[in-house]
């Protein structure tokens, strides 16, 4: 990370502050509300996924099913069996890519949610440029490469824009999903299309040999292994580098932050751009790992899942992994529930929409009970 | 269709301008019933990017009501009351401490479709009642023209209440009190107002509107429900507010400058092109990213924007 690194003006915070008896219990007392943040982290996630399961429910009483019996249909087709986990893992795989387009620039402060188009387009530069590669090596290397690039860039475009000219990154990254999604179909049914490929317009493939094979003893592609990876990375760099310092404190306070003599635009761009490499490597870990080409089975929602999979997290990348399994297994779930119960496709949609508003909901819930006003030491 | 053209016949250049003349009165109205909601709800300082999720909510209520009940007028009152619900829940969830008003509305808006889809599955097939509409293209001989002149009248009631909105936010003591609302929550609070209701209110207001909106997707263009009903009207309505200035008869005009880029692409294949099919129908979304840049400034705050909007972002 070249950018950004050196900030020296901080360094008189950190500083320990003298004094005597005060301190002391300034400390103990600081710790403690550590402590109980450390505790409400975890507590109050927990305690709004679980007020969701109760709300999805009732919705599934309401509509003339055992909720009970629904819940063990979710259980068996999502970590139950050893197929079903698997199933899970390489769903969750994808979702840790894309959570990181989400999770990295919130903690600056923004809501981007271009995970979708970037992962779009990291999958149709990577099909591109793996079919003029030779070795397998050098197919796979390449098309990660170039697909976590483009994704990158795609997002780091809209960091640009709220960096330098205040273009609201919501809105504008959900417009650059759409516009994505159009270059994808434009590029597949015209210019890269396989002239074999009949009822469904697609690249040329990229060719057995060449694809990402499993890991070692599972029947899980090794995209899981990249989105884990991905996510320690993504955590070291926020916790444990001044990098991540800066940007957290841009997310706590810009004002401040400017004062600090920070480069808040350089740091927003940096974010995006991290983040969208992130999304840019599920496109290609699909195309390479899965489809084999780039065509419109792209288009998952992945992106969006992985929205919800940063926001749950809070932006902790190192949160992002339990949570994307949690959502991946929910996702894997999907096809049980409309075997068994007869329920539409877009069940698990609702049961995530559910999720999302009542974890937001718990937002409010922070320091409430738990945290007391510290007695002010006379 | 009375193939009558007036004279020569209509060259393709106009055929395009045309279909994209009919086009931008057809799908404009979706957008103009958004935009006037979200500029109600925006003006109390508050942004819902959730009207994406009740624009399709409303369309499926529309269509499920209309079918139901034959009457697509109540159809109409369903997809508004379905908005008025989803705004209460984002005009709650907002009032609560700490939470953030942007990603309610995304969350809304997974919700609102995901719920919709759900709901509106088996409505995927059977036929309902639609709206009527109502001829202005009387004076011409041409075929083409009055086609495209048939006008929904959903639409004319959007004219109406775009004078409507514009009438209560400038002249009226409700408009007052939402402008003073989203201009200083300070002010409007030692006023002694309630500031969370009257935002709740405006949401709900604005959740109406967009519903209404919804129901013209699934009663009258396209006209029926499925899936693929919403192709992000609802979000570009939301960019539209920040174009229009938060001015209800600029969000008119707007709208119809949309519409008309939704058109193009149609237009275009109608009359032969079919080449870069996808690229023309991304044609609105390039057009509000690039209006959005145009418009937006890095250390000024936008002409009009209610400030308590500036203080949030």
Known sequence: MGIGVSIGVISPVTEPSPGGAAAVVATAEARLAARRRSVEAFAVPS?????????????????????????????????????????????????????????????????????????????LAAAAV??????????????????????????????VLRAYRGVNETISTLLLNYIAIALLNHMVEGPLRDP??????????????????????????????????????????????????????VGGNVRAALLN???????????????????????????????????????????????????IARGNPLGVVPVALLLGGIGASGGLLQRVFDLPDATVNVLQGIIFLS???SDSLYGRRWARKPAVAA | MGAQTGGGGVSAAGGVALGMVGGAIRISTPFLFVSLGECITEKSGRVNLGLEGTLVMGAMAAY????????????????????????????????????????????????????????????IGPTAPHLPSVSLGWWSASGQVRSALQVNALFVLGLLTTAAVRFVLRK?????????????ADAARAMGYDIARVRLLATMAGGFLAGVGGSFLSLFYPGSWN???????????????????????????????????????????????????????????????????????????????????????
């Open chain 2, 64 to 123: 499920g009501v209309s079918y139901l009940t034959s009457s697509p007028w109540l159809g109409v009152l369903a997809a508004g009351a379905c908005g008025v619900v989803l705004g209460a829940l984002h005009g709650w969830l907002c009032a609560r401490p700490r939470v953030n008003d942007v990603a309610v509305g995304i969350a809304l808006m997974l919700f609102g479709v995901g719920l919709a889809f759900f709901l509106g599955k088996p409505l």
């Open chain 1, 47 to 123: 305690a709004a996924i679980l007020g969701a399961l109760i709300l999805f429910g009732i919705f599934v009483a309401l509509t003339g099913r055992n909720p009970l019996a629904v819940y063990h249909e979710m259980y068996r087709g999502s970590f139950g069996t050893w197929f079903s986990f698997q199933n899970t893992l390489q769903r969750a795989a994808p979702l840790m890519l894309t959570a990181l387009a989400t999770a990295l620039p919130l903690r600056l402060g923004l809501v981007v949610l271009g995970g979708e188009g970037a992962m779009v387009l990291g999958g």
């Open chain 1, 359 to 361: 974890i937001l909901f």
């Open chain 1, 130 to 159: 793996g079919v003029h590669l030779h070795s397998p090596m050098s197919v796979k290397v390449g098309m990660f490469v170039v697909g976590a690039l483009v994704g990158g860039a795609w997002v780091a475009g809209a960091g």
């Open chain 1, 261 to 311: 003599g920070l480069p808040v635009r350089r740091l927003i761009v940096v974010a995006t751009f991290l983040g969208g490499l992130g999304a840019g490597l599920a496109g290609a870990v699909e195309v390479a790992a899965i489809h084999g080409t780039a065509n419109a089975s792209l288009v998952t929602g992945y992106g969006y899942t992985g929205v919800l999979v940063a926001f």
């Open chain 2, 227 to 313: 899936e693929g009903l919403s192709s992000g009207q609802g979000l570009m309505a939301v960019a539209l507010v920040i174009f229009a200035r938060w001015d209800p008869v600029r969000c008119l005009l707007a709208s119809l400058l949309f519409g008309g880029a939704s058109a193009l692409g149609p237009a275009l294949q109608s009359v032969g092109v079919t080449s870069g099919y996808y690229l023309f129908n991304a044609a609105p979304y390039v057009l509000t990213l690039a209006i959005i840049v145009l418009t937006s400034s890095r250390d000024r705050a936008l002409l009009g924007q209610p400030a308590e909007l500036r203080m949030a972002r």
């Open chain 1, 196 to 249: 074999a490929s009949l009822n469904k317009p697609s690249t040329l493939p990229i060719g057995d040999d060449n694809m990402l094979g499993n890991l070692p003893g599972l029947d899980v592609h090794w995209g899981l292994a990249f989105g884990v990876a991905a996510c320690l990375l993504a955590w070291f760099l926020m916790q444990r580098t001044t990098f991540g310092f800066a940007a957290r404190m």
């Open chain 2, 172 to 184: 009226t003591r409700w408009g007052l009190v939402i402008r003073t609302v989203g201009e200083s």
